[in-house]
């Protein structure tokens, strides 16, 4: 099988995740790609962007604003992480996730994640931004907390 880009930037989270000392199981969320389980209980999605170097702008599909809602809908424990670059990954909660995109939206929504060099990641979206900072070292262990 020919190796897509979209696999090595997925592979990025996927590997965190694994070395994670609370790691149990990894497997498919549903028939959509970059949708994930963790530990059976643990709904995890990942989207990534190669360009860029302190900002990153993420565009979230309809399908995919479907998909976390559903998500949403049934689970508490539901990340959205976002690969930026060969900088970080951002990983956004069920609360964080809705504090920028409306998962109602009859639209695309998008996500931005600005990470200057030496702080944390700034989050804001279609419908807002995350509050806090989220610190650099706040993935993986952000999913297992």
Request: net charge positive.
């Amino acid at each position: 099988m020919k190796i897509q880009e979209q696999d090595r930037y997925h592979g990025a989270a996927l590997t965190q995740i694994t070395e994670h000392e609370s790691f149990k199981a990894l497997n498919r969320g549903s028939d959509r790609y970059g949708h994930y389980l963790i530990n059976t209980d643990r709904h995890v999605f990942v989207k990534y962007r190669k360009t860029g170097d302190t900002s990153w702008n993420h565009t979230v599909s309809m399908d995919e604003l479907k998909a976390l809602a559903t998500a949403c809908k049934k689970h508490d424990l539901v990340w959205l992480c976002l690969v930026c670059g060969d900088v970080t990954i951002c990983a956004l909660n069920r609360a964080e996730i809705m504090a920028v995109v409306d998962l109602n939206a009859t639209n695309q929504q998008w996500i931005k994640v600005e990470a200057p060099k030496g702080a944390g990641c700034r989050v804001s979206g279609s419908i807002g931004a995350v509050r806090n900072v989220i610190p650099h070292k706040a993935f993986p262990e952000k999913l297992f907390a």
